[in-house]
C-alpha cells in the first residue's frame, strides 16, 4: 500500500476565521478522532491529522496504532512519518492521555521545528524518566510528580546539573505539546566552561591499538572509531551515525573529501578534506582501510550504505555508540567522555597552527570542526596554551607516529602532516 498525498483526503477546511469573535480553536490529536478545545488569540482554525491517515502510516510501519506504546526508540520511524506528513495535518496540541512518544516527537518536529537529533536525545530521557525508580507520570503530568522526581535525582542521586537541566528541556518539550503552562521549576546552575581534562598524544595513541574487544570486527570498529574521530573531531556520537560510504570520496591518487551531516544544525553538510593518513594511507587506520578491508566483512542487507556497521551488519545507532565509546574510553583514560575526542582534536589543531605559524589560528580550526561562532572555537586557545606549555609538540603527529607513513614505507624522510 503506497501511501497518497494527505491532501487526497483532508476535506477542504482551510483556514476559516471565527464566527462572531469565537477564540476556541479545535484540534484533532493524532489517533482520537474527539476534538480539543483550547483558547488562542488567532481568528483562525488550524486542522489537525485525520485518524485514518495516521492508521494507514502507522499500517505501513507494521505496528499496531496502540495508545500506551513507546515509539521512537528507531528514528527511522519519525523520519519515516514526517515525509508522509505536512505541518497542517499536526495539531496545535495533544491530549496527554492518548498521545504516544511518537505523537511528541512529531509534533516537536512540526511545531517547534526542533531537529531530529534533538528530539531523540530528550526521548531518550524521556524514557529513562518514566521508567526511573521515582518515575515521570507522562500521561497524566503534574508539578508535584515532576518536582519529586527531580529532587529525589539532585539530592539522593546526586545527578549533575547538566543532566537536570536535559531532563527539564524535556519535560518541557512536552508540556509545550500537550499546551500546559510552563511550570516554575529552575534546575541548578550548571558551569558554562569547566576545566578540560583531555588525554596526551601517547594516551591516545593506546586508543588505536589497544584490545577493546574479543572480536576482531568490533576491535577493529572501535579502533578506527577512536582514530577517526581524535582526528577528524566530528560530534560523537551522532556525526559518526549519519556517515556513509557515499560521504567519502577519493580518487585514484589518494586525495578527496568527506562529507558531514550536522545534525545539530538541522541536517546542515559540511565537507572537509582530511590529511592522507586520515583519508587512504595503506599504514594507518585510515577510511579507505575501513572501506575496503574491515566494513565487507559484516555488510549485509540490513546495512543499506551506513558507513559504520555492528557485528550484525546493522548501521551504528546514536545510544549505543555512545555508550560503547564510552565505556570502553574510560578503561584507558578514567574521566573520559566520548565528546572529549572533539575537544581534543580542536586543541591539537590549534597546537598545529601554532607549530606551523607561530601563533594560534583560530579561523582555520573553526572551518575544519563546524563552529558557526568564532568565539566558540576562541575559547579553546586557552587550553591549547596550556597543553602546548606542557607538551611542546604536534599532538597528532605525536598521536599517530607509531605507524609508518607512506613516505616512510618508500624510504624517505616522514614528513609532518599537513592541517587546513
Known amino acids: 500500500m503506497l501511501v497518497s498525498?494527505?491532501?487526497?483526503?483532508?476535506?477542504?477546511?482551510?483556514?476559516?476565521?471565527?464566527?462572531?469573535?469565537?477564540?476556541?480553536?479545535?484540534?484533532i490529536d493524532f489517533f482520537n478522532s474527539k476534538t480539543i478545545s483550547v483558547h488562542t488569540n488567532s481568528f483562525v482554525e488550524l486542522v489537525g491529522g485525520s485518524r485514518e491517515k495516521w492508521i494507514e502510516i502507522f499500517e505501513l510501519l507494521g505496528q499496531p496504532v496502540e495508545q500506551n506504546k513507546h515509539y521512537g526508540k528507531d528514528m527511522g520511524e519519525l523520519e519515516y512519518v514526517i515525509k508522509k506528513l505536512h505541518?497542517?495535518?499536526?495539531?496545535?496540541?495533544?491530549?496527554?492521555?492518548?498521545?504516544?512518544f511518537l505523537d511528541v516527537a512529531v509534533w516537536s518536529y512540526f511545531q517547534k521545528r526542533l531537529s531530529l537529533s534533538t528530539i531523540e536525545k530528550r526521548l531518550r530521557y524521556a524514557r529513562f524518566m518514566e521508567h526511573h525508580l521515582m518515575p515521570v507520570d507522562f500521561k497524566n503530568p503534574n508539578?508535584?510528580?515532576?518536582?519529586?522526581?527531580?529532587?529525589?535525582?539532585?539530592?539522593?542521586?546526586?545527578?549533575?546539573?547538566?543532566?537536570?537541566?536535559?531532563?527539564?528541556?524535556?519535560?518541557?518539550?512536552?508540556?509545550?505539546?500537550?499546551?500546559?503552562?510552563?511550570?516554575?521549576?529552575?534546575?541548578?546552575?550548571a558551569p558554562e566552561n569547566?576545566?578540560?581534562l583531555l588525554p596526551f598524544p601517547d594516551t591516545v595513541k593506546k586508543f588505536f591499538s589497544h584490545k577493546h574487544s574479543e572480536d576482531s570486527y568490533e576491535n577493529a570498529l572501535y579502533q578506527y572509531l577512536f582514530y577517526h574521530s581524535f582526528m577528524i573531531g566530528w560530534r560523537v556520537p551522532s556525526e559518526i551515525c549519519e556517515m556513509t560510504i557515499d560521504d567519502v570520496i577519493i580518487d585514484s591518487q589518494g586525495r578527496g573529501s568527506i562529507t558531514i551531516t550536522e545534525t545539530k544544525k538541522h541536517r546542515q553538510k559540511r565537507t572537509i578534506l582530511p590529511e592522507k593518513h586520515v583519508l587512504c594511507s595503506l599504514s594507518h587506520k585510515s577510511l579507505k582501510n575501513w572501506i575496503d578491508k574491515w566494513r565487507p566483512k559484516v555488510e549485509n542487507q540490513y546495512s543499506e550504505n551506513a558507513l559504520y556497521l555492528w557485528p550484525s551488519g546493522k548501521p551504528v545507532t546514536v545510544g549505543k555508540l555512545g555508550y560503547k565509546l564510552g565505556h570502553c574510553g574510560r578503561k584507558l583514560c578514567d574521566h573520559f567522555r566520548p565528546y572529549d575526542m572533539r575537544h581534543w582534536c580542536a586543541v591539537s589543531r590549534l597546537i598545529e597552527t601554532k607549530i606551523q605559524t607561530g601563533h594560534f589560528e583560530p579561523y582555520t580550526v573553526k572551518n575544519w570542526l563546524g563552529h558557526t561562532d568564532i568565539k566558540v572555537t576562541e575559547n579553546y586557545i586557552?587550553?591549547?596554551?596550556?597543553y602546548y606549555n606542557q607538551y611542546p609538540k604536534s599532538w597528532i603527529h605525536s598521536a599517530i607516529r607509531s605507524h609508518?607513513?607512506?613516505?616512510?614505507?618508500?624510504?624517505?624522510?616522514?614528513?609532518?602532516?599537513?592541517?587546513?
Open 382 to 386: 586557552h587550553y591549547a596554551e596550556m
Open 143 to 189: 508539578y508535584e510528580n515532576f518536582r519529586r522526581h527531580m529532587d529525589y535525582r539532585e539530592e539522593i542521586e546526586q545527578a549533575s546539573p547538566h543532566a537536570l537541566k536535559h531532563e527539564w528541556k524535556t519535560m518541557r518539550m512536552f508540556l509545550e505539546a500537550f499546551g500546559i503552562p510552563i511550570w516554575p521549576y529552575k534546575p541548578p546552575y
Open 5 to 27: 498525498n494527505p491532501r487526497e483526503h483532508e476535506e477542504n477546511r482551510c483556514y476559516k476565521s471565527f464566527p462572531n469573535g469565537n477564540q476556541t480553536q479545535h484540534t
Open 194 to 196: 569547566g576545566q578540560r
Open 87 to 100: 505541518r497542517f495535518n499536526c495539531p496545535i496540541t495533544l491530549k496527554p492521555e492518548d498521545s504516544s
Open 404 to 420: 609508518k607513513s607512506d613516505d616512510s614505507a618508500k624510504g624517505q624522510h616522514r614528513v609532518k602532516p599537513e592541517f587546513g
